[in-house]
């Protein structure tokens, strides 16, 4: 068995021991004589899988008794569509900050919804920027108010929290959370896929305060419905059970490690080698990101041209470094370097690229 370096977006590279784990439990989880895939979502192990999942989101998190912590399918791209649905209103109104493809997309969907303002964009400055929240300009009377606080494609991080008074502060985390302590009380709803930074596609993780249940007009499908799903523990139907599962052994992962000040530790490691690499190269690998918002996740670089774009891609496979290749909406390189990317991968991406350079600088 041979396994690569995997700087995928998404789905992406999971930890080897979650990995090595769930082989192990395939056939026989605990004693119970069956897969996880087989069993039944309301019976007592499936129960305590999911239960234990939670309550290690919660503690790695530090999540306040205040919010609740769903697991949902149909990814982030459906939360674009149940958040306005379960918060705008009828004929209501939300703030949207514009930060790039996934920022786009998010209101794009909202727009079908009701009255969405930019209260801040990035796009004037191809969005390589967090407008700064003096530029931002408030609606005080919007449902919500909607950041992505990291922008995958682009690779653009919030280094902040926003400060938005009594309007409640959304947030798309689908590719950063859990790669550092966040403060979940300053939200009123934290959403992100799995496949980036949790487990497996198919499950979405929406964690919402208690006071934004119960707000979707009637006549919404229940499965669309927040409430509805917080009042059946996320077992409304069957819930995506072997991503539950997988996702809380990750979660466990986390917590063995030392939590997320530790993993952040890590990140911020890592994320040094990468742009460290950029910025000492001279000019022959380049990202256009503002420093103070550069992501830790995900690092965009371009070469000078595309045939050496094109050399870098095939020989960085040879040497067992995968999906590198950016953006088709942007091009160049994008190394997602995610919790689960060991230190090993980085540092060898780091020196295939010095590597490379010498070669053909
Ligand atoms: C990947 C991604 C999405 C879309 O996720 P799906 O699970 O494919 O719907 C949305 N927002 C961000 C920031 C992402 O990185």
């Known amino acids: 068995m041979s396994r690569v370096f995997n700087f995928s977006a998404g789905p992406a590279v999971l930890p080897e ?25 309301r019976g007592k192990e499936f129960e305590s899988i999911i239960a234990k999942a939670e309550a290690d989101l919660r503690q790695l998190m530090g999540i306040p008794a205040s919010h609740k912590v769903l697991f949902l399918q149909g990814g982030a791209t459906l939360q674009f569509a149940m958040i ?12 949207y900050v514009h930060t790039g493809e996934w920022a786009k997309k998010a209101i794009g969907e909202a727009r079908k919804f009701g009255n969405v303002s930019l209260a801040a964009s990035a796009e004037d400055r191809k969005f390589t920027h967090v407008p700064p ?35 409640p502060l959304v947030a798309d985390m689908s590719s950063h959370i859990l790669s550092r302590p966040m403060d979940v009380s300053r939200y009123g709803l934290i ?17 919402i305060r208690e006071d934004l249940l119960g707000r979707a007009p009637a006549g919404t499908a229940a499965m669309m419905d927040y409430k509805v799903m917080a009042d059946s523990a996320s077992m409304y139907n069957t819930p995506p059970t072997y991503a539950v599962y997988v996702s809380g052994l990750v979660f466990e992962w986390l917590l063995d490690l030392g939590g997320l000040a530790e993993m952040e530790k890590r990140n911020r490691a890592k994320a040094a080698l990468v742009y460290g690499a950029i910025d000492s190269s001279g ?42 290749k950016g953006h088709r909406s942007v091009g160049g390189m994008r190394a997602s370097i995610y ?19 010498r070669a053909h600088g």
């Open 283 to 324: 000019g022959f690998y380049t990202n256009p990101v503002e420093p103070r918002d550069r992501s830790l996740m995900n690092i965009p670089f371009r070469l000078p041209d595309a045939a050496l774009e094109d050399a870098f891609l095939k020989e960085a496979k040879a040497n067992g470094l995968l999906q590198l």
């Open 17 to 41: 021991a979650v990995l090595t784990r769930a082989a192990e439990e395939m056939l026989d989880w605990h004693g119970s004589g069956m897969s996880v895939m087989e069993m039944s979502h």
């Open 191 to 207: 959403y992100a896929g799995a496949q980036k930074n949790i487990g497996p596609a198919g499950l979405a993780i929406v964690i």
């Open 84 to 95: 306005p649905m379960n918060l705008m209103g009828a004929g209501g109104a939300a703030d």
């Open 133 to 167: 929240q003096s530029e931002w300009q408030l609606n005080p009377d919007a449902a919500y108010v909607h950041i992505t606080s990291n922008e995958t494609i682009g690779g653009v991080e919030y280094h902040w929290i926003p400060e938005t008074g009594k309007v």
């Open 339 to 357: 919790n689960a990317m060991p230190l090993a991968g980085v540092e060898a991406l780091v020196s295939f690229m010095r590597e490379f350079q």
